[in-house]
């Protein structure tokens, strides 16, 4: 308990300029007597996403937007990580797919909206492929590193035991190197979002990226900058939440790689 009060309020200072910043908007814009098509008050902006949230506009984009991202990362997270483990273990491999991952992994996720828009059209489908394509790549890059760097010794005593691939691969390979997994998984989480959004603004009539779009072109600022507000508090729950599970799992040895 003595522990955990300083790590507290050292949280609620942190919080002392974000609330400063919000009070003092909130006073310019009731000193302002115009009104703008760009920017509105704290209040308002609260306003307009309590209003979204008891008619359940913003729950269902809510909803939509965490579908597309979440199955977008298993998909991505899936196969990431047999591929990261596959070129860990395998130097030869490695060698041979370093070109072309190193040629793939850079294309923008939102270059492939027309690509997606083709052969998916619009929907869920289209934005999942893109958030999988954008999610592979931090996975299989710290996996395929987490297992090269695995003391040989442990595969060798796999070896010994007669372990197949498959259960060397779930007895040694992933247990060893699951705390800089679960680091990627973590990282691939918060591209998940960013990019399901990004897509939802650009091209997907769903979620709340496009709640956001749809708030701006009706002149709606108040609701489109609780919509921003609520995204941003939706990332935080989920790093909040993955941050807590690992140090739950693998205690203060994951602190210093939970930091950004």
């Known amino acids: 308990m003595s522990e955990a009060a300083p790590a507290l309020r050292s949280g609620w200072r942190g919080a002392v300029i974000p609330v400063g910043a919000v009070v003092l908007a909130q006073l310019l814009a009731l000193a302002s007597p115009q009104q703008s098509d760009i920017l509105a008050a ?6 307009a996403g309590a209003g979204g949230l008891f008619d359940g506009t913003i729950v269902a984009a809510t909803g939509q937007t965490l579908i597309a991202a979440l199955a977008g990362l298993a998909i991505g997270v899936g196969v990431g990580l047999i591929f990261g483990i596959l070129l860990g273990l395998s130097g030869v491999l490695d060698r041979l797919m370093t070109f072309s991952i190193e040629t793939v992994r850079p294309v923008p996720s939102a270059a492939l909206i027309p690509v997606s828009l083709l052969v998916f059209g619009f929907g869920f489908r289209m934005e999942i492929a893109i958030v999988a394509f954008s999610t592979i790549w931090p996975v ?10 695995i003391e040989h010794r442990l595969l060798e005593v796999s070896r010994v035991l007669g372990f197949g691939l498959v259960e060397r691969v779930w007895k040694i390979i992933i247990p060893a190197a699951l705390p800089r997994i679960f680091v990627a998984f973590r990282l691939a989480t918060g591209i998940a979002l960013i990019v399901a959004v990004t897509v939802e603004v650009t091209a997907n009539p769903l979620g709340l990226g496009h709640g956001m779009m749809a ?19 939706i990332g935080w729950a989920l790093n909040a939440v993955l941050l807590w599970a690992q140090r739950t799992l693998f205690g203060p040895a994951a602190i210093a790689e939970a930091r950004p």
Do not use: H, K, T, Y
């Open 42 to 47: 704290p209040l308002d902006i609260f306003l």
């Open 140 to 149: 299989l890059i710290l996996s395929r590193a987490a297992v090269a760097g």
């Open 215 to 233: 708030a701006q072109q009706s002149l709606n600022p108040a609701l489109m900058l609780a919509l921003l507000v609520w995204l941003g508090l």
